[in-house]
């Protein structure tokens, strides 16, 4: 099993919900982030003074998914999020041991 | 006396007494969320401790027999207000018990006016001493000089004399830019000096948590300016219509130029701008309302929006942390106005003046100067003083990591937002007893 951990921006989630859903990624755990990427932050004017933000609000999803379905999984995530401009995000994948249901005890992929 | 009269100025001290209020969810909600209640906290304990000294010897101080120079009234002339009960007892065309009311409302706002600069920092003990303080020896005293008009007899002799900008000098404050104003304005400027900055100014943001909170204060306070200038007609007649309807125009104009410059300065048109606008409007036309036409409201209102707006830039420049711009929009928007009347002034206006726009020449505008700067320098002065007297005895400023955490919980243990927390503390089931000394113990060791 796997773990995919998407950082995109906010105004795309709904894009990539969707795409997942399509692909039967059947849960999945969405937090709002702060944070930088080579673009560093950017600056702001607000009543007649200049400051610099450092941390980009992202909206970070968390998908864990068989082996079989990475390829599909990244590929679907990365197209619904990319604009093109600078800022769209980064996806990551990361292997895991092991899922346990807590409702039911189910261990592996039979817990997803 | 006359009913009318009295119905009105009773109504107006209402309206005066609910901007303090107002003001407390203005500055409230521009600061940031952790530091809002004692925020309003600074406003209501101004209203406290400001309220009872009027009555023990503040109207005194200010409306009393002249000591001499037209610069202070006896203070305990009229101590607790003896002697001011009476049916017979008139100021003008209304009781006087009914002035003195009026007179009330502003001392107490004059005073919460000036938190503003100290948000997030100061510690709410000394902030109530220095507020009985200021009031005493800043603003009772300038009140008289504007506010103490002689009292003449049928054939215009003076029976007893007022303060000195009102009558020796004969600069027009129709209701209180200088005496309330540039006086609250010049004290934030000296406090915001006395306190030092907040940690993290000017490299953190701190934007307004609340908005909406901001907007419904400058609501109140509009709503409740009626009542500090069309009342300080002290009558319901001519002087209180026009001035009633400078309130509106003015402030309308200075909204629009304060966003203009915004969208022109900064790209967007903020709503803490228009907020700002309609108190810098209100600020500029309290002084001017009873000596300019709406004509020339409209020219101070929008002068007012375009300068505060640019003035609240100035303290990034010269490095005070003025939090919630009182010196930008007060101290700014009360010379404004004060000094505009020299300019804008128009005999067709109740207060039948001339300023140099209409004819009258520089007259009126050097009267208004030094009524101005005069105030603006004593208030400077002697709120430096009296700031680093509570710095130095008592202390004035929280602890950084009171600051930091929340000023909110340390001074008054609560928060303006509870929201549901993992680490809420359970009570014990018992009723605290010396609740005082052991809160104050445990408090510091939790936090």
Redesign the interface.
Known sequence: MKLVTAIIKPFTLDDVKGALEQLGVLGMTVSEVQGYGRQKGHT??????E?S?DFVPKIKIEVVIDDAAVEKVLEAVVEAARTGKIGDGKVWVTPVDTVVRVRTGERGTDAL | MDTGDTAWVLTSAALVLLMTPGLAFFYGGMVRSKSVLNMMMMSLGAMAVVGVLWALYGYSTVFATDLGGGLLGKPFEFFGLDGLLAADQLSGTIPTIVFVSFQAVFAIITVALISGAIADRARFGPWLLFAGLWATIVYFPVAHWVFDFDAKDADGNVTEAGGWIANKLAAIDFAGGTAVHINAGAAALALAIVLGKRVGW????M?PHSLPLVVLGAGLLWFGWFGFNAGSALGANVTAGVTFVNTIVATCAALLGWLIV?RV???KA?T??AASGIVAGLVAITPACSSVTPLGAIAVGAIAGVLC??A??LK?RFGYDDSLDVVGVHLVGGLVGTLLIGLFASDKAPAAVNGLFYGGGVDQLWRQAVGAFAVLGYSFVLSLALGYLVKFTVGFRASEEAEVSSIDEAEHAERAYEYGSLTSARGTGKASVAAGATAVLEGSNKS
């Open positions: 702001e004017v607000y009543r007649g003074a400051y933000v | 000017p490299k953190e943001p934007k915004e300065r900064d790209g903020t803490l701008g707006a640019l609240v830039s990034y």
